[in-house]
Structure formats: structure tokens, C-alpha cells
């Protein structure tokens, strides 16, 4: 536990300073954007386009502080050895965070908007991991270029259910069916016991389920 | 807003100078300190109307700076800024006097709004 507490302080503080850097960015284009505003008329001939490049960088910016905000609550899940957190904002944390892998194969994960507010009292770096392993599987099975739902809801025995299904769902008959065999799933499965929950995947619908067990519902 | 004297305290230098000059730009007399030790040096002369104080500063804490001018210059008000993730350094600080807090990276028009609202009160 304190290897984490490590991990998390140390990304929790470059967090910190990857807002300065933004800030920094912000504030420069931002300036730029001051001056080229006082240019009168057709003075200058690339104002149009410096415009253009001002507003890329603060959409950059922008993107930058999303990551960095989510990644600093990412970093501080260690803080606290059970945490009540909102399932729709941890499932949006680890899909952000996760981007980059599922861009590298080409899967988009997309989260349920309307679910509303879901709280779930749980360890926080185990529930963290779990969603990741699941989106892992997922990457790792399902064909570029798909799309992968995920739902969220409490079900009538107050189990937290999280569902992640796969658009084109003829396609990954056959490789669903190898997810239980592999070492993935197994890791996975440790996890879910570990959170006194259950997973299950359905290889004729194309999709894998997880029966979330909440502190507060034992 | 002519009149408006806004003192910036931020041991990023080329934040703090950036946003100065942005602020002067849109009329605030806009004087920085890059550290808590200077802005309570500075504040006693200048006589700023509000300062926008960085949390996370080497030496005195931005909180620590917050605490030094709710007790010698109770009439100024503080708004805080925090590069942290989350509200609860903010809202800490409001507990100890702050007026309000911003996250950076900022915007400059939500921070002028907050610079107008804390002259106001």
C-alpha cells in the first residue's frame, strides 16, 4: 500500500504541474490573441490564420486540463482504502484515461450519458483496475474499428451492473468465446472475487457483464 | 475599472507576468509578487484592492500568505488559485477567509467577473 501512496503523490503532483504548464500556454495565446485583436483592419495579412492556430492551442489546453484533472483523481484513489464514488464518473475517468490504448487498436468505448448518479462504496484502486481489465479484454478481442457501449444501472438486488456491449456483434462470436480462456480473464476474475462481485461474458450477444457488489449492499 | 489595483502573487513568473499584462490590458492596474514574503511586503504600500494568491507557492503556502492577510489586512479580499484537480484546497481556503477560488489553467473573463465581485462585497 505504500508503494501505491507513492505512485499516487508523485502523479498527483505532476498533475499539479502540467495545469501550471497550461496555465502558462493559456495565458500566452491568450496574449497573442490580445495583440492580434488590436491590429486594425487588413494590416496583416495572416490574421485570419494566426486566429486559427490561437484557437487550436486552446483547444489543446482544454484537452490537456480534462486528462490532467482526471488523472489527478486517479492518482489520489489511494488515498482512501474505500471510497463512495459515482459509477457513470469513474467508468468516463478510466475511458479518458484508457484513450490512448483503445486509439492504438482502433476500438472506441462510448459510456451511457443518461444513467444518472450511481454510487458505489468500494475499494477505490480495485474498481479502477477492474473497469480497466474489462476494457483491456475487450481491446484485446474485439475487431478495429468497433464501437463498445457501456452501460451502467442498479439492478433489482441493488447489484451494480455494468455492461459493456460490442456494436457489431456478428463479428465477435468466436473471438468472445476465447476471453474465459485466457490469462486476462483469469486476472480479471481475481479482481472481480476480490470486490465480492461477479463477471460474465456472453459470447452470443457480444458482451461482458459486471455484477458490481457495493460496501454498503454486503 | 479604471481605478481597480489587483496584486498577483504566483511563483510561475511567466504566468503571473502574462496575466498581468492581459489584466492591464482590460484597464486593472495589475502589480505581481513571486512569492508570499514579497506580497506582504508589497501589499503594505501598494494597497492592492484584491489578491489572487497561487495555493501551491515554495516558502510561505499560499494558504499560510491567505492567514497573514485575513489577520494584518482583514478589508482586502483573496482569491485563490489552484492548479490542483479538485475544489477541496479552495474550498479550505475559503474556510479561512479566502473570497473565493479559481482553478487554473484559468479563464481571464471568469477571473475579472471574480475580481469585480470581490470589490463589490
Redesign the interface.
Known amino acids: 500500500m505504500k508503494e501505491t501512496l507513492f505512485m499516487g503523490r508523485i502523479t498527483?503532483t505532476v498533475?499539479?504541474?502540467i495545469?501550471?504548464v497550461?496555465?502558462?500556454?493559456?495565458?500566452?495565446g491568450?496574449?497573442m490573441e490580445?495583440f492580434l485583436n488590436m491590429v486594425e483592419g487588413d494590416n496583416f495579412k495572416y490574421k485570419d490564420r494566426f486566429h486559427k492556430i490561437i484557437s487550436n492551442i486552446e483547444d489543446q489546453?482544454v484537452r490537456g486540463?480534462a486528462i490532467?484533472?482526471?488523472?489527478?483523481?486517479f492518482a489520489?484513489s489511494p488515498d482512501a482504502d474505500v471510497a463512495s464514488e459515482n459509477v457513470p464518473d469513474l467508468l468516463d475517468q478510466m475511458i479518458v484515461l484508457s484513450a490512448r490504448l483503445a486509439k492504438a487498436k482502433e476500438i472506441v468505448f462510448k459510456s451511457d450519458k443518461d444513467s444518472g448518479v450511481i454510487l458505489i462504496s468500494s475499494d477505490p484502486i480495485r474498481i479502477r483496475m477492474l473497469i480497466f481489465q474489462a476494457m483491456d479484454v475487450l481491446m484485446n478481442y474485439c475487431k478495429p474499428g468497433q464501437t463498445i457501449l457501456v452501460n451502467s444501472k442498479v439492478n433489482d438486488s441493488k447489484l451494480i451492473t455494468l455492461e459493456f456491449s460490442v456494436d457489431s456483434k456478428t463479428q465477435v462470436l468466436q473471438e468472445f468465446e476465447q476471453i474465459i480462456l485466457s490469462d486476462q480473464w483469469k486476472d480479471l476474475i481475481s479482481t472481480v472475487e476480490s470486490l465480492d462481485s461477479k463477471a460474465f461474458i456472453n459470447p452470443e450477444n457480444g458482451t461482458l457483464r459486471l455484477e458490481l457488489r457495493s460496501n454498503d449492499n454486503r | 475599472m479604471g481605478s481597480l489595483k489587483v496584486m498577483l502573487v504566483d511563483d510561475e513568473q511567466e504566468f503571473a507576468i502574462t496575466l498581468a499584462e492581459r489584466l492591464r490590458m482590460r484597464g486593472i492596474e495589475t502589480i505581481t509578487a513571486f512569492d508570499g514574503e514579497e506580497a506582504l511586503k508589497l501589499i503594505v504600500g501598494d494597497k492592492p484592492d484584491v489578491v489572487v494568491l497561487d495555493i501551491m507557492m515554495p516558502g510561505m503556502s499560499g494558504l499560510q500568505v491567505l492567514g497573514k492577510i485575513a489577520e494584518i489586512h482583514p478589508g482586502i479580499p483573496v482569491i485563490l488559485l489552484t492548479g490542483i484537480g479538485s475544489t477541496t484546497e479552495g474550498i479550505a481556503g475559503m474556510k479561512i477567509g479566502a473570497h473565493d477560488y479559481l482553478m487554473k489553467p484559468i479563464q481571464i473573463e471568469e477571473l475579472i467577473d471574480k475580481i469585480r465581485a470581490a470589490v463589490k462585497k
Open positions: 498527483a498533475t499539479h504541474e495545469k501550471n497550461l496555465a502558462i500556454i493559456r495565458e500566452s491568450g496574449l490580445d489546453v486540463d490532467s484533472t482526471l488523472l489527478n483523481r489520489h
